[in-house]
């Protein structure tokens, strides 16, 4: 039997500690999330970074600072974005800008915490927070540390959702999570 999903395709950087216990229920979450999925081999780095928490390359490689404010979050983040470009995505377009998502975009737009954000954007951030790309990577890992039930993902999913609008409270996330569970199920069930 060939081993399949997310685990099989990331290459975590560390393997013991407390670090490497928060990637690694980061991305079993992902695992629960897709079982099945699979992507080309990515690699994460830990970087010395305090400019960002994480950048993903269409190279196959996640960077995530060590000072992100949450690791696990961070990973499932950068691994919304490799979902976007990689298996939702053709052409060189993101899936998360193509026709396929337009129900999900239009729930996101819908919700109260995207209006917060968007009203809480200081001049330069609206071209950033609010793209399409980023806001999948946001709402993919709360489907995913949502779909796994892992406390420590959705206090930090909860934090965030207290602020800007980053992320969603649980009522508030329920249209844009169906509208997830409708375009990454067949994705899930790539066995």
Known sequence: MVERGLRTSVVLPVRRGERAAELARALSAADLALPGARLPPVEVRLTRSRLYSGGYAH???????????HLGLALLHELGHAV???LLGSGGRWGSETPA???????VRSSAAFARLTSACAPGES?????????????????????????SLLDEVARRAA??????????????????????APLAAVA
């Open 127 to 151: 071209a950033y927070w609010p793209t399409r790309r980023e806001t999948f990577a946001r709402s993919f890992s709360q489907w995913a540390a949502r779909g796994a039930g892992d406390r």
């Open 101 to 107: 998502l337009r129900a999900w975009w239009r729930a």
């Open 59 to 69: 190279t196959g490689r996640i960077d995530l600072s060590r000072h992100a404010e």
């Open 84 to 86: 976007d470009h990689l």
């Open 163 to 184: 602020g800007a609008g980053r992320q969603w409270e649980p009522r508030d996330f329920a249209a844009i999570a169906r509208e997830l569970d409708r375009v990454l």
